[in-house]
């Protein structure tokens, strides 16, 4: 018999504020109770305070999720946050991005939170998305139950196994499964979190510690778009192609900017992307 599998996300706020969301992709009945209750109970206990309002929406998915496999994780060594942001803006320059976008994202990213990411064309730095506010969310993402629990095992060998960096890596891993994106970079738009990432098929996830002021509520995330390529597919990929994480790849410590720049052999493991006739469409990938 095929398997069904739902979507079930959650998204809390207060007038009109966001305060937390949740999801993931689940298969069987008391899977998606499970992750219905928990996300609930989330919700009404976020040290960000008590929701007016939580909604949850449990949607049957028409199609079988893409299985992929999950960045591989390391920790860029900084010292301090000046050397984090220059290194940083060196990294994305380095992966063939453009100043021009560069200085885009570090603009955006400058302000405050968006409910999406900003897409940047990597070559000219221009905003491609067509809701500027709204901004373009990666959804209907997930991780099987064997997947997080290798996972968790992992980044706790590292000392880092928060739910912050389990949902970000599943964020960016299907970010990163679009064939028309050269790299993601983020910045916790949480006053209280103070490491971001910059994700792309040469850097696997690279987490970069200390790359905003503790107590600022600035940030966001950044798609940087490769030439040629069009935001509406993009977009559709993003937010409507069910991706389920399958697989973890390894999760490394903290490592010096030359070792990931000399390390070009580390690639995310992913054979998945956009079927081929929107490949076809949407020019070279
Ligand atoms: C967010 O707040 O949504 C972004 C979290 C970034 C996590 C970075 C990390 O610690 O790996």
Not at 67 to 86: A, F, H, K, Q
Not at 199 to 211: F, H, M, N, V
Request: charged letters at 30%; glycine letters at 10%; proline letters at 5%.
């Amino acid at each position: 018999m095929r398997r069904i599998f739902y979507s079930v996300r959650m998204r809390a706020g207060r007038q009109s504020r966001h305060i937390s969301g949740a999801e993931g992709i689940f298969s069987g009945k008391d899977e998606i109770s499970q992750a219905a209750r928990l996300y609930v109970e989330r919700a009404l206990s976020h040290p960000k305070g008590r929701p007016e309002a939580v909604s949850l929406k449990v949607e049957l998915l028409d199609k079988k999720p893409l299985i992929i496999t999950s960045l591989p994780v390391s920790t860029l060594e900084v010292n301090g946050m000046e050397d984090s942001r220059r290194k940083a803006a060196e990294m994305l320059l380095w992966l063939g991005i453009s100043q021009r976008a560069v200085k885009t994202a570090f603009r955006i990213l400058a302000g405050p939170g968006m409910r999406g990411a900003a897409l940047v064309d990597i070559k000219t730095g221009r905003r491609m998305e067509s809701d500027k506010k709204r901004g373009t969310r990666a959804s209907r993402i997930g991780i099987t139950k064997k997947a997080l629990q290798i996972l968790a095992g992992r980044l706790e060998e590292r000392g880092i196994d928060n739910i912050r960096v389990k949902e970000a890596l599943i964020v960016a891993s299907k970010v990163m499964a679009c064939p028309f994106i050269e790299a993601e970079f983020c910045i916790s738009d949480n006053p209280d979190y103070t490491t971001g990432y910059i994700a792309s098929r040469q850097t696997g996830y690279l987490r970069l510690p200390d790359i905003k002021r503790k107590g600022s509520p600035k940030g966001g995330r950044v798609f940087f778009v490769k030439e040629g390529a069009r935001a509406a597919i993009i977009t559709d990929f993003m937010e409507k192609t069910p991706v389920l994480v399958g697989k973890i790849a390894p999760v490394k410590g903290i490592i010096p900017f030359y070792e990931i720049k000399a390390d070009n052999n580390r690639k995310p493991g992913r054979k998945e992307g956009l079927p081929a006739k929107d490949r076809a469409r949407n020019g070279p990938a």
